[in-house]
Each structure stands twice: as structure tokens, then as C-alpha cells.
């Protein structure tokens, strides 16, 4: 399995590193967009051309996977996670910052095998940014080894978050409270507005945890694995393990450090994917 694992993580890199030039032709912002499920919740012909180019090259080679898109499933497409190998892709995490040319957005793909992440790309290509993991295999900032901190304290973290992209009144309150607790609690408080560079950052060891209720599976496929092979815990908000589907992630440097995380959290449950 492990040499399969390595032919499908180097085929997908190829590509991933081909689509980041279709982002850095637009560094400077995009204004050209659309609009999905809110004002906040945006799509570029970029986005769509970034997937298609992943979906296709991966399809070409490996025909018999399963692929979980971002722009697919805003499109009617299903989300369906099997045990058959499955590529679940961001094409740009961070839209809104494509938009306006704030340099924090990336292509994010993971491959899940079993219902399992098992392979992980995030490329911010403008940062010239690539956090690469395979199972059993470690995790790495631009081909070097990277590992997340070791705090365990709530008074001694520095945790991002988001605001994200509904105007749900129950989530917006939800998303409030925790920052306000998040404040009076925490070491410090982050906001970049892309879920798999938060990933990769508590990967890295620069922040110490990372939640956020309301993302999809392809906004933390690839930072689930990445996380864990760089020594972090990814598990749902409330303390339970990690379900790709359930739009509830929250990730730690450690597991004392996630678990006072979720005690000290008020919890929102969106609609599963």
C-alpha cells in the first residue's frame, strides 16, 4: 500500500504544483467572481479551472478514484465518502482572500483511503509555501521536516480561528462567544481566512490549535494528515474523533491541549455535508 501511496502522492503533486500558476497570474486580487451561498461565500473562474485541471490529470491516471471538489459539489455533484481511494479538493482555500489579493490562499488536496487521510498537499503558491504529508512518512515545509509545538495550556496557546462564511445568527452568536473566551483565555487569537493554512500552521509549530465550525472536507482533508505526521491531534470540536463529513474540526499541537479546548468551547453543529 505504501508504494501505491507514493505514486498517487507524486502524481498529485505534479499537478498541484502546475495549478499554482493559474494563482500566481492573479497575486495582485481577482475581481472577477460570483457569488454562492452568501455574499461572503465566493467562487472564481480560477477556482473552477484549478479542480478541473487536478480532476482531470488524476482521473486520467487513476481512473477508478473517487474525487470530492469543492466547485463540483457547489454544483450538484455528491459528497460521498467511500473505502475507495478519493481525492478531496480545495482547488482555492481562501477565495475571499484570492479576491482581494491577500496572500494567504492555497490549493489544499488529500487523498483518503478507507475513509482515511492518508496523503496531503497544501500549496500556497504566491508564498511559494508547499507543507507536504504522507502516512507513517512525517510532515514538511518545502521538503524540510516540520513539527507542531508542544503546549498543552489553553493560558499558554496562540489558536486561529474563523469567522467563516454564513450569517447564520446561531453560529454567528457561537463564533462570538468562543472568541470571546478565546480572548480572555488564550495566549492570543488568529484569523488568516483559510482553514488549511491554519492547518499547516499548527503543523508547523506556529500556532498551537486551530477550530471552526461550518468548513466542508475539502477545506481539512489535507491538513488532517499533515497535522497528525507533523506530531498534532485532529479531533471533532466537542472531544470525539474527526469526521471528514461532519463540518466540525478542531486541531492541536497535543491532545491535553484539544481536549481543554473542547471543554472550554460552545458548540454549533451545521448541516453535515
Known sequence: MSDQIDEYF????????????????FRNGCKAYEQ???DIDLVTEVDKNVEKTLMDGLSKQFPTHKFIG????????????????????????????????????????GLAINKECVAGVIYNPVLDLLFTAKKGNGAFLNKKPIHVSQTKEFSKALISFEAGTSRD??????????????????HGVRTIGSAAMNMANVALGGSDAYFEFGIHAWDIAAGDI????????????AGGPLDLLS??????????LAQELSKSLQQYYPERD
Open 10 to 25: 507524486d502524481a498529485a503533486l505534479d499537478l498541484v504544483k502546475s495549478a499554482g500558476n493559474l494563482i500566481i497570474e
Open 70 to 109: 469543492e466547485e463540483t459539489v457547489s454544483e450538484g455533484g455528491q459528497c460521498v465518502l467511500s473505502d475507495d481511494p478519493t481525492w478531496i479538493i480545495d482547488p482555492v482555500d481562501g477565495t475571499l482572500n484570492f479576491i482581494h489579493g491577500y496572500p494567504q490562499s492555497c490549493i489544499s488536496v
Open 36 to 38: 454562492k451561498s452568501s
Open 169 to 186: 445568527p446561531e453560529r454567528l452568536r457561537v463564533m462570538f462567544e468562543n472568541f470571546r473566551t478565546l480572548v480572555e483565555k488564550g
Open 247 to 256: 463540518r466540525r474540526v478542531l486541531c492541536a499541537a497535543t491532545a491535553d
Open 226 to 237: 499533515i497535522v497528525r505526521e507533523a506530531g498534532g491531534v485532529c479531533i471533532d470540536p
